[in-house]
């Protein structure tokens, strides 16, 4: 089966397993999966995925990667720090061939380490990385940094109100914005802390390019 239309890119993500046990200080919230199919689409058609190299940095279950490797990425690099949101990235690869009749197993690659560690040059970094808010402080500058060191073009989805940390950190680093998307995100009751059962909260991804 081929994904020819970013509803079936969105339906199919959306039936990928999430966190079985999110980790707060790694805050793991899953990407919802039409925001992930409307960022992967618009650079599928700007011809940034097919037969590219691509890391999902912080990748979580899995969810941004496998998208590209859905519409054509050569490689991926999945990469994160815990071992068993890993587990469930490989389970979700596993779904994907299955229900699809596809093999993207061969294209690939789970990295347990923490992103800093992480050297290999690749064409285009998606990410969804830790706001900064219950972790690590500063946890999206080092994302952000770690994935411009490595590729020329970065998606990257961060807090709305980011705009102008993200458009300084782009330009320290010699990238620059060309645009974003904005979203209203769903923030669902999975941790202890959590008092609504939904949140929402605004949140853009931001396509950042080499100058």
Same mark, same amino acid.
């Given at each position: 089966?081929? !994904?020819?239309?970013?509803? +079936?890119?969105? !339906?199919?993500?959306?039936?990928?397993?999430?966190?079985?046990?999110?980790?707060?200080?790694?805050? +793991? #919230?899953?990407?919802?999966?039409?925001? =992930?199919?409307?960022?992967?689409?618009?650079? @599928? #058609?700007?011809?940034?995925?097919?037969?590219?190299?691509?890391?999902?940095?912080?990748?979580?279950?899995?969810?941004?990667?496998?998208?590209?490797?859905?519409?054509? =990425?050569?490689?991926? #690099?999945?990469?994160?720090?815990?071992? $068993?949101?890993?587990?469930?990235?490989?389970?979700?690869?596993?779904?994907?061939?299955?229900?699809?009749? !596809?093999?993207?197993?061969?294209?690939?690659?789970?990295?347990?380490?923490?992103?800093?560690?992480?050297?290999?040059?690749?064409? *285009?970094?998606?990410?969804?990385?830790?706001?900064?808010?219950?972790?690590?402080? %500063?946890?999206?500058?080092?994302?952000?940094?770690?994935?411009?060191?490595? =590729?020329?073009?970065? #998606?990257?989805? %961060?807090?709305?109100?980011?705009?102008? /940390? !993200?458009? =300084?950190?782009? $330009?320290?680093?010699? @990238?620059?914005?060309?645009?974003? &998307?904005?979203?209203? &995100?769903?923030?669902? +009751?999975?941790?202890? /802390? %959590?008092?609504?059962?939904? +949140?929402? *909260?605004?949140?853009?991804? &931001?396509?950042?390019?080499?100058?």
């Amino acid at each position: 089966m081929e !994904i020819n239309t970013k509803k +079936q890119l969105a !339906i199919i993500l959306s039936r990928l397993k999430g966190f079985p046990e999110p980790n707060f200080r790694l805050e +793991q #919230y899953m990407t919802e999966a039409d925001f =992930a199919a409307e960022v992967v689409w618009n650079a @599928f #058609y700007r011809r940034e995925i097919e037969e590219k190299t691509i890391a999902d940095l912080g990748c979580g279950t899995g969810i941004l990667g496998l998208s590209t490797l859905l519409m054509g =990425a050569s490689k991926v #690099y999945f990469v994160d720090i815990d071992e $068993k949101a890993l587990s469930t990235a490989r389970e979700n690869l596993a779904f994907l061939e299955k229900e699809l009749d !596809i093999e993207l197993k061969d294209k690939a690659e789970f990295v347990v380490s923490d992103v800093k560690k992480f050297d290999d040059k690749v064409d *285009i970094v998606v990410e969804n990385p830790p706001f900064g808010i219950k972790g690590e402080k %500063h946890a999206d500058k080092v994302f952000l940094e770690k994935a411009m060191s490595i =590729a020329e073009v970065v #998606y990257s989805f %961060h807090k709305k109100e980011s705009s102008k /940390f !993200i458009e =300084a950190v782009a $330009k320290d680093n010699g @990238f620059k914005v060309e645009g974003y &998307w904005e979203f209203n &995100w769903s923030l669902k +009751q999975t941790m202890k /802390f %959590h008092k609504k059962k939904v +949140q929402k *909260i605004e949140v853009s991804c &931001w396509r950042l390019v080499k100058k």
